[in-house]
């Protein structure tokens, strides 16, 4: 199975450096433009059927690569990370370093726990290795959605994963 990976495009919010969270924020006209740009870039790969967030800003990005050429479903588990007391607020003071912790049972800022957050990924990757073992899936979500996944698929740090406003990330399952 290949796995396209995509992050939602630029919003408001991430041009003003504050935490979304679940807050339901919509592409900027930045946001729409790469979001074009990666359906651009993916135009001549087969990609078989796409999963987005629900948030309108994942949903968006994938309306636009996916231009009603392949199919697109919502699925909850994409959602991003419920980011606590920190929604709303700027995020160029936040150490993030320590919000990555698998293990821990206590949430810094009383976000969503990372391991719940791995734990609801495990189970949609499960689900897509189940029914579209031999498929090309694009993905389309947030970046700490993102962060997650790649330390589920490769073990890679979510400390050290960056990812750009729709940049594509891919993976061979």
Request: charged content about 30%; some cysteine.
């Amino acid at each position: 199975m290949k796995l396209l990976a995509v992050r939602h495009g630029q919003t408001d919010y991430n041009k003003k450096h504050i935490v979304q969270g679940t807050i339901d924020t919509v592409l900027n006209a930045e946001g729409i433009s790469q979001a074009l740009n990666t359906k651009d870039i993916l135009k001549n790969i087969n990609i078989d059927i796409c999963f987005t967030s629900p948030l309108k800003r994942a949903l968006k990005t994938a309306s636009i690569i996916c231009d009603n050429k392949i199919e697109v479903k919502i699925d909850n588990r994409l959602k991003e990370r419920f980011q606590g007391l920190i929604q709303g607020r700027e995020n160029r003071n936040i150490d993030y370093s320590a919000l990555w912790d698998f293990e821990a049972d206590r949430a810094l800022y009383e976000m969503e726990l990372a391991r719940d957050v791995k734990k609801r990924l495990l189970s949609f990757l499960d689900d897509l290795k189940e029914e579209y073992s031999d498929k090309t899936i694009l993905v389309v979500t947030h970046h700490p959605i993102l962060k997650a996944l790649n330390y589920i698929i490769t073990g890679e740090n979510p400390n050290v994963f960056k990812v750009s406003n729709c940049e594509i990330v891919e993976y061979n399952l």
